[in-house]
């Protein structure tokens, strides 16, 4: 079911040229970043599953930060770690994304995180926007460095 937006809160555009060999820019060209293919390892480059990746981690590290802080807790500390995965798939298409999100925080056990988590990737926008799509994983683990 699509959901459409009620306002636009922020809006940008990046530009795409050559595919897994060109580039990407973004309209204010802060983004301006050369790209290789996943396995290639030229230097300089990176790829669209690290960018998305890095936009993953970052969206849900602040959904998290917002949850935890409806329930009284501080999660502006939390470690998000967003592995993308590249593959086939018995589609038409062939190819597709799954992800793995894994996050600790400081003094806290992954058993009391995972509702957080759960919780988070309710309200993450992208949680949403691949909610049904791709596979997804929620893995909370336990950081209670700061219990000793």
């Known amino acids: 079911m699509t ?8 809006r940008t555009t990046a530009r795409a040229a050559g ?6 820019l973004s309209d204010d060209g802060r983004l301006d970043v050369r790209l290789a293919p996943p396995r290639k390892k030229t230097p300089g480059t990176t790829n ?3 960018l998305f990746a890095a936009g993953f981690a970052a969206c849900f590290t602040s959904a998290l930060a917002e949850v935890a802080a409806e329930f009284g807790a501080d999660a502006s ?3 998000v770690a967003c592995e993308v995965r590249l593959g086939t798939t018995d589609t038409p298409a062939g190819y597709g994304l799954a992800v793995d999100l894994t996050v600790s925080l400081a003094g806290w056990r992954a058993a009391d995180l995972l509702p957080l988590l759960h919780r988070a990737d309710a309200v993450c926008p992208y949680s949403q926007a ?6 997804l994983a929620l893995r909370a683990v336990d950081d209670t460095a700061a219990d000793a």
Do not use: K
Request: no cysteine.
């Open 3 to 10: 959901v459409p937006l009620t306002r636009t809160l922020y």
């Open 19 to 24: 595919g897994r060999t060109g580039s990407v």
């Open 48 to 50: 669209p599953e690290q």
């Open 77 to 79: 500390a939390a470690r």
């Open 130 to 135: 691949v909610r049904g799509n791709i596979e």
